[in-house]
């Protein structure tokens, strides 16, 4: 079991963040905000993937102006205490200003308190930390660090991690070992990617893999060798692709483990330890359920007859 960090909880809307709340995932939309149709739309794609929580850009420098004064940012501050709107305090490399002495993590973390603590002399506590570096060690050290030094629930993730398969790998490394060490509250996979719902997918993905939390079935599936006479690739892409169809809030709420094997060494005994399971041969594969052989099914059918057991 992780042991997870302490910290306040803060709401938004019904959902809580910190406080032994479950990690929640976040995504971004990712077309023009001024499009409320389709900013709308893409809103709704990513509730049915699973995602929680939905950020929105503020693009003009008009926008921005508007609360660069503390006066400015009191009134903020005050409208959101009694709207009872938590605010996140995001700090990441491209925000840190350049030439004080400090390295990238003492630039993060100082700037994220700074600015903390402007809104903490104003009352205002409903607050969410976010550090973010496009490299991953110092993204790690800098949660690391503040995770030490306050009691607010805290949003990771690795700042433009870049393209799907790189920026998987830099966030699984990033947030997955900041969650190991039960630190993080509410996560967002930062993919340049023209559809947020990978975001969602991938943050998923991450926290199942830790045995976070579970949505919907996880998929074990062995790498394939010499000894595989199947198109077990085939297999458990045409298995995925059944799967992630259908609302996570429709699967069963306990885990389900589905195991495909591609061999008749070592598949039957991984197969065992799954709730579901084929372990292949040629051709066709024997299909366990909580241990116990049910039938022998072949290669075509296999899919079918998984998500029968479900």
């Not at 995504?27 to 149709?37: L, Q």
């Not at 966030?171 to 969602?200: F, H, K, N, Q, Y």
Request: proline residues 4%; contains cysteine.
């Amino acid at each position: 079991m992780i042991k997870r960090r302490k910290t306040r909880q803060i709401k938004v809307a019904d959902l809580r963040i910190g406080g032994g709340a479950p990690v929640s995932i976040q995504s971004m939309t990712k077309v023009d905000t001024s499009n409320v149709n389709v900013t709308i739309s893409q809103i709704k794609e990513l509730e049915d993937v699973g995602c929680e929580i939905v950020r929105v850009a503020v693009k003009t420098s008009e926008d921005a102006d508007a609360i660069r004064k503390k006066e400015e940012v009191a009134q903020v501050a005050k409208a959101a205490k009694k709207a009872k709107i938590p605010i996140r305090i995001g700090a990441n490399s491209g925000s840190v200003l350049r030439g004080t002495g400090e390295d990238m993590v003492e630039a993060l973390v100082n700037l994220a308190m700074k600015h903390t603590k402007l809104f903490e002399d104003m009352g205002f506590h409903d607050i969410i930390i976010s550090l973010k570096a496009s490299d991953v060690v110092s993204t790690v050290e800098a949660y690391r660090r503040i995770a030490g030094i306050c009691d607010y629930p805290l949003h990771l993730g690795v700042t433009a991690a870049g393209l799907h398969d790189s920026g998987i790998v830099k966030s699984a490394i990033g947030i997955g070992a900041l969650l190991l060490d039960g630190i993080g509250d509410t996560i967002r996979v930062s993919l340049t990617s023209p559809d947020p719902v990978d975001e969602v997918i991938a943050g998923k993905r991450i926290l199942g893999a830790l045995g976070i939390r579970k949505f919907g079935p996880e998929i074990i599936a062995c790498p394939t060798c010499g000894r595989c006479q199947v198109d077990l690739v085939k297999i458990v892409k045409e298995l995925e692709k059944k799967l992630y169809p259908i609302p996570y809030t429709l699967y069963p709420k306990r885990p389900v483990t589905i195991a495909v094997m591609g061999c008749e060494v070592n598949g039957p005994g991984e197969a065992m330890d799954a709730d579901i399971g084929i372990a292949f041969g040629k051709d066709s594969g024997m299909l366990f359920k909580k241990g116990k052989i049910l039938k022998k099914v072949s290669a075509s059918t296999a899919v079918k007859e998984l998500l029968k057991c479900l």
